[in-house]
Nanobody, 125 residues
Framework: QVQLVESGGGLVQAGGSLRLSCTAS????????MGWFRQTPGQEREFVAL????????DYAGSMKDRFTISRDNAKNTMYLEMNNLKPEDTALYFC??????????????????WGQGTQVTVSS
């Protein structure tokens, strides 16, 4: 079993930056591909980025590719999402997720098995 806990969310002005963290417990994070998703009330969960087990391969949603950076430190069992030039439309509950180590993960939420509870990011205009 894998437990994921997000942190680092908060209130920031447009143009500002935040770094989200996702810390895993229960298993070695290096065993799992990881990802970030976000969700606003009444909307489906939206893909943000994903990263391979080693961190060498990443993928981003097109609208965030130039502003967000996903990374991981397997020694610390932690994944990060650096978000720059934030916009009001980035306001959402951000979730980290981990694959099960056997299924190929993608931008589809159901390809991930483990989820955190989310951290709120609010960007004011």
């Amino acid at each position: 079993q894998v437990q994921l806990v997000e942190s680092g969310g908060g209130l920031v002005q447009a143009g500002g930056s935040l770094r989200l963290s996702c810390t895993a417990s229960g298993r070695n994070l290096a065993s799992f591909p990881m990802g970030w998703f976000r969700q606003t009330p009444g909307q489906e969960r939206e893909f943000v980025a994903l990263i391979s087990r080693s961190g060498e391969s990443t993928d981003y949603a097109g609208s965030m590719k130039d502003r967000f950076t996903i990374s991981r430190d397997n020694a610390k069992n932690t994944m990060y999402l650096e978000m720059n030039n934030l916009k009001p439309e980035d306001t959402a509950l951000y979730f980290c997720a981990a694959g099960d180590g056997r299924t190929i993960v993608s931008s589809i939420p159901s390809s991930f098995r483990y989820w955190g509870q989310g951290t709120q990011v609010t960007v004011s205009s």
